[in-house]
């Protein structure tokens, strides 16, 4: 039996006004959560374009 993948989805709801260090505060938070998919696609795309020859031109 296959383990399916589990996708979160997250709602936030602040009532509130909504200033620059919440805003500040959310946007960590989706840096960090995603910071290890970035890099690895950067280094992805640095390795393809290494592998790469470059085109006549």
């Avoid at 006004?17 to 959560?33: G, H, N, R, S, T």
């Amino acid at each position: 039996m296959k383990k399916q993948k589990q996708n979160l989805t997250f709602t936030f709801h602040n009532p509130n006004k909504i200033d620059e260090k919440y805003i500040d505060a959310l946007l960590d938070v989706f840096i960090e959560a995603n910071k290890g998919k970035v890099e690895r696609a950067i280094q992805e795309s640095a390795k393809r374009a290494q592998a790469t020859p470059p085109k006549p031109g």
